[in-house]
C-alpha cells in the first residue's frame, strides 16, 4: 500500500517525508500518528502553560515554536500538525519533528522516554543514557560496530505496563556522530547529512539488523564524565540514587513534567529501575577517542555477565 512509516512501534502516516524511517510492515489497523502539514492559528484560550518558545493547553495540545524553522502543535499523542516557516530546511522540521515533538507524543502516550541510545545485545535491549554531549551516540556507535544493532538514538521509549511487562520500543537506525568520531570509527562523511546547519554532528544510518518488534531490557548504564583525579569505571548504585537519576535523564523532562500528571516521570523512573539492572558508567573526560573500543567491549562483557537481570 503506502507510504506509512514505524516509530516506537506506533504506525505513522505523514505528509511530511520520514524516509530515514522503516516501512510500516504490520496489520492493517488505522495509523497511531498522524503528521500533517497546515496553518496553526492562535487558540482563542489561554495556555495552561506558556513559556518562551512552547505552550500546552488542557485537553492534550502542546505547542513548540522553532524561529525559522516551523510551529509544531501535538494532539492527544495522536496527531503532529507542522506549520513551517518561510523558507525553512526540510532537515531542520524533521530535528524537531522526530526530536523534541516526539519526545512529546511519548509523554502524551504514557510511555517513559528516556535520554539515551540503545543497542540490541543477545536479543535484549542495552541502553545508555546520558547529558548532551556524554558521549552517548559514541558508545552506542562502538557498539554497533562490534555486531549490535542499533535501537534508537537520543531517544529510547519505554513502555512499563505493569512491574513485570517493562518494553523497549525501537525508534530509528541512525546515529549522530561528530567527524572525529566518524573518523575513529572509519565512517565515510559523503553523501551524510548535518544535523543542523552550525551543528558538527551528522546523521548516520546504521540500518543493519534493525528490528522494529518491542523487546525486553537487558540493562542501563548512565554515561558519567568524571575528571582524572576522580574513580572510572561501572558502579551499582543504591535504588533512591538510581530512580533519582533515571528520573533525571526523562527526555524533555521540563516539558514531561508540566503535562503529565504528578508523580508520573517518578513512577515511571521506579518501574524502569526495578525492571532492570541500572549501573553508573563512569568515563574520564580526557579519555582518547582510541580507547573507545575497550570501552564498548567493557560495557558488553559487564552486560553479558549480568545474566538474566
Not at 524561529?67 to 499523542?77: I, N, W
Amino acid at each position: 500500500m503506502n507510504g506509512d512509516r514505524v516509530l516506537y512501534g506506533w504506525r505513522v502516516r505523514s505528509e511530511f517525508a520520514l524516509e530515514g524511517l522503516p516501512p510500516w510492515n504490520g496489520d492493517d489497523r488505522p495509523p497511531d500518528v498522524e503528521v500533517v502539514l497546515g496553518d496553526l492559528p492562535d487558540r482563542p484560550e489561554a495556555p495552561l502553560i506558556d513559556r518562551p518558545h512552547w505552550q500546552a493547553w488542557a485537553g492534550g495540545v502542546y505547542r513548540l515554536t522553532i524561529a525559522g524553522v516551523a510551529r509544531y502543535e501535538a494532539l492527544c499523542g495522536r496527531r503532529v500538525v507542522i506549520e513551517p516557516a518561510a523558507g525553512a530546511d526540510a532537515n531542520d522540521i524533521g530535528v524537531f519533528l522526530l526530536g523534541t515533538m516526539v519526545g512529546v507524543l511519548c509523554h502524551q502516550r504514557g510511555l517513559f522516554p528516556l535520554h539515551a541510545s540503545a543497542v540490541r545485545l543477545d536479543g535484549r535491549a542495552l541502553m545508555i543514557a546520558g547529558a548532551s554531549g556524554a558521549g552517548k551516540s559514541t558508545l552506542a556507535a562502538a557498539l554497533v560496530r562490534r555486531g549490535h544493532p542499533l535501537l534508537a538514538d537520543d531517544v529510547v521509549a519505554v513502555a512499563c505496563r505493569r512491574q513485570d511487562d517493562v518494553r523497549v520500543l525501537p525508534g530509528g537506525p541512525a546515529l549522530k556522530l561528530s567527524l572525529d568520531v566518524m573518523s575513529e570509527l572509519g565512517i565515510d562523511p559523503s553523501g551524510l547529512v548535518v544535523n543542523r546547519p552550525g551543528q558538527p554532528k551528522y546523521s548516520v544510518p546504521a540500518r543493519t539488523g534493525f528490528d522494529p518488534a518491542p523487546l525486553a531490557p537487558r540493562a542501563l548504564y548512565l554515561l558519567l564524565r568524571v575528571r582524572e583525579s576522580a574513580p572510572a569505571g561501572i558502579e551499582r548504585p543504591g535504588p533512591a540514587e538510581a530512580v533519582a537519576r533515571v528520573d533525571a535523564m526523562a527526555y524533555r523532562r521540563g516539558v514531561g513534567l508540566a503535562i503529565t500528571p504528578s508523580g508520573t516521570l517518578f513512577r515511571g523512573a521506579a518501574a524502569l529501575v526495578r525492571a532492570m539492572p541500572v549501573h553508573l558508567l563512569k568515563v574520564r573526560e580526557e579519555d582518547p577517542l582510541s580507547t573507545l573500543d575497550d570501552l564498548a567491549a567493557a560495557v558488553e562483557a559487564h552486560a553479558r555477565g549480568l545474566g538474566g537481570r
